[in-house]
């Protein structure tokens, strides 16, 4: 009876929990801590504190309700709940939030503005220009 039910919630429990051979990671940045400089990244990134500076990232950066970014971010997808002053590219989605606040140049490909949400942009569609500034993250990590 009691080795049943461990081995269901270690099921569960595995389940849950990224594989140690996945080959994406998601990285936290955590409300209170502030970085300046240049952030490189494979996987995916949340921001819940502060980053002054250039994040390249080949996943999806997700800025929660009180993260803010002060600077440039390129990436593969975003999601925005916080707030970001800067040049935003994003090659394929960028869905902002109803919380976010959003300042600056954005380029994207596809583009979700939810009601409630500061959005004071130039905003070009389309083909993002970020491509050629992740395949440079490419050569940076492998060296």
């Given at each position: 009876m009691f080795g049943n039910n461990s081995k269901k919630n270690e099921s569960k429990a595995s389940s849950t929990m990224p594989s140690s051979g996945s080959s994406s990671s998601i990285n936290t940045?955590?409300?209170?801590?502030?970085?300046?400089?240049?952030?490189?990244?494979e996987g995916d990134i949340r921001i819940d504190g502060t980053i002054t500076g250039t994040i390249n990232c080949k996943g999806k950066i997700i800025?929660?309700?009180q993260g803010l970014i002060d600077g440039t971010m390129n990436c593969?997808?975003?999601?925005?709940?916080?707030?970001?002053?800067?040049?935003?590219t994003v090659?394929?989605?960028l869905n902002v939030r109803e919380t976010a606040k959003v300042n600056?140049?954005?380029?994207?490909g596809q583009l979700t503005v939810q009601p409630g949400a500061v959005?004071?942009?130039?905003?070009?569609m389309g083909?993002?220009?970020?491509?050629?500034?992740?395949?440079?993250?490419?050569k940076a990590v492998a060296s």
């Open positions: 940045l955590g409300a209170g801590t502030v970085i300046e400089g240049t952030i490189n990244a800025v929660g309700p593969k997808n975003s999601v925005v709940e916080g707030v970001i002053k800067g040049v935003i090659d394929n989605e600056g140049e954005v380029n994207t959005f004071n942009v130039s905003c070009g083909q993002a220009k970020s491509s050629s500034k992740i395949a440079s993250l490419d």
